[in-house]
C-alpha cells in the first residue's frame, strides 16, 4: 500500500526539494512506498482531504482544526522553534504609522493563507475595520502581496512573518511593518490519518531522534528546522480552541 | 475612599468588591488605563466553574499578578467595578448554551489600574462534554471601549459580582 504525504501549500518555495527529500526518509523510516502529493492551492488539498486521499499531512493551522475535529487525525509532531505569526506591512513612505491609522476602504493585498488572513484581520479590529470595511487584492503568493504594496496597488498586505523576512533585503527594505502578531501558539503540525493507528508510535519516534541523526539532520536542514518536539492531542486542541475565539 | 496621587494626577480610590462567593477584598481604583500590548493576545482557560487553570505570559504581564497568585483564583479576580454583573450573567448564560461570548470588558489590574479589552469565550468540548473555558482577549477598538464605557456607565457599574 502506498501511504500519500501533502504539505500545506504556504511552504517556502525554496523548500520545495527538501519535502521531496523527507518523503524519501519517511518512506525508508516506514518501509513503506510514500507518495507525495502538492497542491496549487488550499481548496485543491481540502478536495484532497475531503476525498480521504491523505495519510500524512504537514497541515497549516487552520486545516489542523478540520483534521483533527472533523477527520480523525492526530497530531504527531511541529517543527522546532517555528510558530507561524502574520505581520501588516505598507510601503515604506506610507504615511501610515500604526494600524490605527488605516482607513476604511483601505485596499490590502492577501494571500489565500486561512490563517495569516485571520491573525491579521484581528489585528484590524483595534483600527475599526472588518470584511465590510476593507476591499482584498488577492494575491497567488507574498511575493506578489509585497509587489501590490511597491505598486501601490494594494495600501497594505498581510505576510506570514517568515515569508516577510525571506522576502529579499531590497524589497523588504522598501516595505514598513505596521504590526507583527505575537501569539506564539499557532503552528504549522504534522498529523497521521486515522488508518495509522498502528504506525503511529514508531512515526513519532523517527521524527523526534531525526536531529540527532546524521540523515535525518540533513533532511530537517533540507527542509529548514532545527527537529521536531512532539505534540499532544490537548496541544492542538488548544490551539483549535484558540483559533475558534479568533474567527469572526 | 477617594483621591489623587500627586505626583502622577490619577485619580484613585479604594473600594470593597464583593464576589459572588460572598468573599470580599479592599481594591485600591486607580483611573490609569494600560494600553493592551500591540500584537498580543491574553489567553487564559478555566474549568467549568471559573476556576483559572492556565494563564499566558501577557496575562501575567497585564494583569500585575504572578502566576502562581492567579492559578487556582476565580477569573472575578479581574473584574473592574464599572463593569455591570449583567454583562457577565450575559457571558455565563451564552457559555452554558454551548455558545460563542464576545465583548468589551474594562478588567482591574493587581495595581488598580485598568486595561480594556475584547474578549472571546468559547467552550472547551472533549469528547462530547464541556471541560472547561478558554478566554482569548485582544486589542479593542477605541471607538467601541468609549461606546461599552458610556453603555456600563448607564447600567451602573456593579460591586464585583
Sequence with gaps: MTLNLTVSPDFAPDRLSGWYIFNTWLARQLDTPVHLALYD????????IAADQVDIIYANPFDAAMLVREKGFVPLARPDGQCDEAVIAVEAASPWQCVEDLQPGIRIATTDDPHVHMMSMMMLESADLSQETVTFDACDSYVLVAKALLSGQAGAGFFLSAAFDGLSPVTRKRL????????????????????LGGQRQQLQSALLGMAQDTKGAGVLGSLGFDGWQPVEQEDTEFMIDLMETLAS | MSGSAAATGEVVREQLLTYQDGSERLATISDREIPFPDGRLIVSRTDT???ITHVN????????????????????????????????????????????WHGYVKNLRKDGACYWVYATV????????????????????RRRVEESARSYAAMGGAQAT
Design chain 1, 41 to 48: 492551492d488550499f481548496a485543491a488539498q481540502r478536495a484532497a
Design chain 1, 176 to 195: 514598513r511593518v505596521l504590526i507583527r502578531s505575537q501569539i506564539s501558539v499557532i503552528e504549522h503540525v504534522l498529523l497521521t490519518g486515522p488508518g
Design chain 2, 49 to 51: 466553574a471559573g476556576v
Design chain 2, 57 to 100: 505570559a501577557a496575562f501575567v504581564e497585564m494583569s500585575g499578578y504572578s502566576e502562581a497568585e492567579l492559578i487556582g483564583q476565580p477569573h472575578s479576580i479581574l473584574r473592574h467595578p464599572d463593569m455591570p454583573a449583567a454583562a457577565f450573567q450575559d457571558l455565563w448564560e451564552t457559555i452554558r448554551a454551548g455558545n460563542k
Design chain 2, 122 to 141: 468559547i467552550a472547551n468540548l472533549r469528547h462530547g462534554e464541556v471541560v472547561g473555558y478558554t478566554s482569548v482577549r485582544r486589542k479593542p477598538s
